[in-house]
């Protein structure tokens, strides 16, 4: 049976602990997993990396990671391992130029991204003989996963849900939550792997990307609205964060969908936290802990993190 749904917001101080909460597990969490790498061709002659953990089982979760992050990501070992645990196959993705090599095309990706994410679902998964796929996504990859179930038309039977766990659901609150200067050590450490990234693609594209503007991007909002909208064609930052801001999709899902939101995550503002839209729709979950940070859920000592069990938990609630 699938948890009962929370509606109503707690009172709750929101940024309590948020960064040793996030922080903790990023610097201390060991996780050792073996995975098996397939590089699959995407319909626009770019490729993608996939990182599997195949044991046999009838059922995958697919695995999404956040900004800059990739399959081998603390969250996303910690889930293959959690997966591992409970039986379940996993499949974690590498989203263009994640993987430690750029993507061919100059289009990469963003939180509003499904495309590759139905490839994968459609043409890589359809055929290997899962009789349930559970969706899992962490914060940028929540957003892609949460879009998908709102809006991809038909969505195989036999992807039976998801789960997204810290999630950016209102872009633009979250991109000036980032500009804070109490989150400048997240944003320092995103824009410089961002930066590198878009030196490479100005080599295979020479003289598409004003990197002499980077300077004078001092907001994310600028960032977004000078270089992801090329990268991505958008018309402006405003036109992605619609398209990209999980909250506009969540009224379409139309399969269990479990929201895992922290209270105290540092990333988030109160449009992140979509009560009204969960009330609204009976398919869509949303538990909002009081502590956990971003993508954190864990402590010393714990073999599974908050989100990892609350998710497996969640899907096998889906199965019986």
Same mark, same amino acid.
């Given at each position: ?15 309590h ?52 992050g ?33 993507n061919?095309?100059l ?20 055929d290997?003989?899962?009789? $349930?796929?559970?969706?899992?996504? *962490?914060? &940028?990859?929540?957003?892609?996963? !949460? /879009? ?5 038309? %038909? ?6 849900g998801?789960?997204a ?18 989150? $400048?050590?997240?944003?320092?450490? *995103?824009r &410089?792997?961002?930066?590198?990234? !878009? /030196? ?5 594209? %020479? ?42 999709? !969540? /009224?379409?899902?139309?399969?269990p ?24 729709n ?39």
């Amino acid at each position: 049976m699938v948890e009962s749904k929370q509606v109503r917001p707690p009172n709750v101080d929101v940024r309590h602990g948020g960064h040793w909460h996030t922080l903790l597990p990023f610097l201390f969490r060991q996780v050792s997993v073996t995975t098996v790498r397939q590089r699959i061709s995407t319909p626009d002659d770019d490729f993608l990396d996939l990182d599997w953990a195949v044991e046999g089982h009838n059922r995958l979760a697919i695995l999404c990671h956040g900004l800059e992050g990739n399959s081998q990501s603390q969250y996303m070992r910690g889930m293959v391992r959690a997966c591992h645990d409970k039986k379940w196959d996993a499949l974690a993705i590498n989203f263009r130029s994640c993987s430690g090599e750029i993507n061919k095309r100059l289009h990469m990706y963003h939180h509003g991204e499904t495309g590759d994410l139905q490839y994968i679902v459609d043409k890589v998964v359809a055929d290997m003989g899962y009789s $349930q796929v559970a969706l899992v996504g *962490f914060s &940028l990859g929540g957003n892609v996963i !949460l /879009k998908y179930l709102g809006t991809v038309r %038909p969505i195989p039977e036999w992807v039976i849900g998801g789960a997204a766990i810290s999630v950016p659901g209102h872009l633009a609150s979250s991109a000036a939550a980032l500009d804070e200067w109490q989150n $400048q050590i997240y944003s320092l450490r *995103f824009r &410089l792997s961002l930066r590198k990234k !878009l /030196k490479q693609k100005n080599d295979q594209y %020479p003289g598409v990307l004003p990197l002499h503007k980077l300077q004078s991007c001092k907001t994310w909002y600028d960032f977004d609205n000078t270089f992801t909208t090329i990268i991505n064609s958008f018309k402006s930052a405003d036109e992605y964060y619609a398209q990209g801001s999980a909250n506009n999709f !969540l /009224k379409g899902i139309e399969r269990p969908s479990l929201i895992i939101n922290a209270l105290n995550d540092p990333f988030l503002r109160p449009p992140s936290y979509p009560f009204q839209l969960a009330q609204d729709n009976a398919y869509v979950h949303l538990k909002t802990p009081a502590k956990g940070g971003h993508v954190g859920f864990w402590y010393p000592g714990q073999r599974h993190s908050y989100a990892e069990e609350k998710s497996l938990s969640f899907f096998e609630g889906l199965s019986t």
